[in-house]
């Protein structure tokens, strides 16, 4: 049933992501109520729930997978719909589980950003703003001035981290790296 729920969450927050560059925080909200009810049912029945056996398991998930994606949120290399997205997957599958699915994530998304990069002839654009990017920090570290993150004024193009996300949480699910 939890696999189930989550499928379909994910499911949900690809086709929003897909269709209009967002991850709604309905699906969201609802993902992390599910989550905490879907656990609670399972501890109440006498069975392992996903997330592990502990009540406060769902809670470390949520800010485990928070925190795994903050740091590219703060880079503005993601949106924070994909922040909370990781944090209810977290919810779902628990803190080892989530740091297992944002290996699977990071992978998953530097390849969908190659497809996304060559598919829609923005990789000169990409290559251009990543020298700028590096080329702006060298000089800012040069003379002593702190990293400013500044965005640019010309993106390439916006990916659908949540189809990354999805392909992430299945792969972790499918071929764990620890075993909890």
Same mark, same amino acid.
């Given at each position: 049933m939890t696999h189930t729920l989550l499928i379909a969450l994910l499911l949900s927050a690809v086709i929003s992501d897909l269709m209009s560059r967002r991850v709604p925080n309905t699906v969201v909200l609802t993902g992390l109520? #599910?989550?905490? =009810?879907?656990? *609670? =049912? &399972? %501890?109440?029945? +006498?069975?392992? @729930? /996903?997330?592990?056996?502990?009540?406060?398991? @769902?809670?470390?998930? #949520?800010? *485990?997978?928070?925190?795994?994606?903050? @740091?590219? !949120? /703060?880079?503005?290399?993601? +949106?924070?719909?994909?922040?909370?997205?990781?944090?209810?997957?977290? &919810?779902? =599958? $628990? &803190?080892?589980?989530? %740091?297992?699915?944002?290996? !699977? *994530?990071?992978?998953?998304? $530097?390849? /969908?950003?190659?497809?996304?990069?060559? $598919?829609? +002839?923005?990789?000169?654009q990409t290559l251009a703003n990543v020298r700028f990017l590096l080329t702006d920090w060298a000089l800012r570290a040069s003379s002593g001035q702190g990293a400013r993150l500044a965005p640019l004024q010309t993106t390439a193009a916006r990916l659908p981290y949540a189809v990354a996300i999805a392909l992430g949480t299945g792969a972790a699910l499918l071929w764990p790296l620890a075993t909890p």
């Amino acid at each position: 049933m939890t696999h189930t729920l989550l499928i379909a969450l994910l499911l949900s927050a690809v086709i929003s992501d897909l269709m209009s560059r967002r991850v709604p925080n309905t699906v969201v909200l609802t993902g992390l109520v #599910l989550a905490f =009810i879907a656990h *609670t =049912i &399972a %501890l109440c029945m +006498g069975s392992v @729930p /996903l997330a592990g056996r502990n009540w406060w398991a @769902p809670l470390t998930g #949520l800010l *485990t997978g928070l925190a795994s994606l903050m @740091p590219l !949120y /703060l880079l503005r290399a993601t +949106g924070a719909g994909d922040v909370k997205l990781m944090g209810m997957v977290g &919810a779902f =599958i $628990g &803190a080892q589980s989530v %740091l297992t699915a944002t290996v !699977y *994530t990071l992978l998953a998304g $530097g390849l /969908l950003s190659l497809v996304f990069m060559l $598919g829609r +002839g923005v990789a000169a654009q990409t290559l251009a703003n990543v020298r700028f990017l590096l080329t702006d920090w060298a000089l800012r570290a040069s003379s002593g001035q702190g990293a400013r993150l500044a965005p640019l004024q010309t993106t390439a193009a916006r990916l659908p981290y949540a189809v990354a996300i999805a392909l992430g949480t299945g792969a972790a699910l499918l071929w764990p790296l620890a075993t909890p």
